[in-house]
């Protein structure tokens, strides 16, 4: 088990740009979340798939963000034309069935729009 | 919708003594409950949940929370906290079946254990 896995851990990145950001949940885990956290504040919840499929989205999730989970494993966090306000950590995590088991967060993916 | 209330921002205390650190939470139907810990710089670590059964959950490093279905409060306790407790502590709550899989977290309470 080598836990929730994101990568980069850091990104700065000019205002309008794309940015993507990786998560590699722990392996078997069927379930995949993302949330954002801003500073001073406790985690958002995004987005999160069972599988492949992506079942629930937050209405923070904009037309400018759209998240993949291609083969059930992996999956990707993208954010087209950057705005300042997209400033914040982006954790991604995983679980097998919930709320009976644990949710694991990865280190979570740093974004600093400039 | 539900919401989640951390009473306290900030809670200074000293090695050794003990600390609370206060949750409500608003909803009229079945709540999942979860208090998390978040170090400097890495993600979030779950400390204990509350699912259903006894209202006094355990959990890890030495930290218990209340589950209080009449006061929508479920406090997190330690009788003797360590300069290693110092972190950064969410409550959460996930209500019945209607949320799916979302955790709607408070907005943390900042543990600080001075020597």
């Known amino acids: 088990d080598t836990g929730v896995s994101q990568d980069p851990r850091h990104k700065i990145t000019k205002r309008g740009q794309n940015v993507t950001f990786r998560c590699d949940p722990i392996s078997e885990h069927n379930r995949l979340y993302w949330y954002r956290q801003t500073l001073g504040q406790g985690p958002e919840f995004l987005t999160y798939?069972?599988?492949?499929?992506?079942?629930?989205k937050s209405r923070l999730l904009s037309d400018r963000f759209s998240a993949e989970r291609p083969k059930g494993s992996f999956s990707t966090l993208e954010i087209q034309r950057t705005e300042q306000g997209d400033s914040a950590m982006y954790l991604c995590?995983?679980?097998?069935?919930?709320?009976?088991?644990?949710?694991?967060f990865g280190e979570g993916s740093w974004l600093t729009v400039v | 919708a539900q919401s989640v209330t951390q009473l306290d921002s900030q809670v200074p205390v000293f090695e050794e003594a003990p600390v609370e650190l206060r949750c409500n939470y608003s909803?009229?139907?079945?709540?999942?409950l979860f208090w998390y810990v978040q170090y400097p710089n890495q993600g979030l670590q779950l400390l204990l949940k509350?699912?259903?059964?006894?209202?006094l959950v355990k959990g890890i490093n030495g930290f218990e929370a209340e589950f209080n279905k009449s006061q929508t409060s479920f406090h997190l306790r330690k009788p003797s906290v360590h300069i290693s407790d110092t972190a950064e502590y969410f409550c959460?709550?996930?209500?019945?079946?209607?949320?799916?899989?979302?955790?709607?977290f408070g907005e943390g309470t900042q543990l600080t254990v001075n020597p």
């Open positions: 995590a995983s679980s097998l069935q919930f709320p009976r088991n644990t949710i694991y």
């Open positions: 909803s009229s139907v079945s709540v999942y």
């Open positions: 509350y699912l259903s059964g006894s209202t």
């Open positions: 798939f069972q599988n492949e499929a992506q079942l629930e």
């Open positions: 959460a709550v996930k209500v019945g079946r209607t949320s799916g899989s979302r955790l709607t």
